[in-house]
């Protein structure tokens, strides 16, 4: 009984990691080109800043 339980629950484990391995190379790959298109805004951005006329005494 334990043997066949076990056959079972190993299969629907190996089945649930297979597809959280998919969701996470996903989010992983997301995240990656979502930094890399921020780096890119902010250096861009920080070339164009200019300082405060007002705070300059």
Do not use: C, P
Request: proline letters at 0%; charged letters at 25%.
């Amino acid at each position: 009984m334990w043997s066949l339980y076990s056959v079972h629950a190993e299969k629907v484990d190996k089945e649930r990691m297979e597809s959280w391995k998919g969701d996470m190379d996903g989010i992983l790959i997301f995240a990656g080109l979502f930094s890399a298109v921020v780096t890119a805004f902010i250096i861009e951005s920080y070339q164009n800043l200019q300082q405060d006329s007002g705070d300059v005494t």
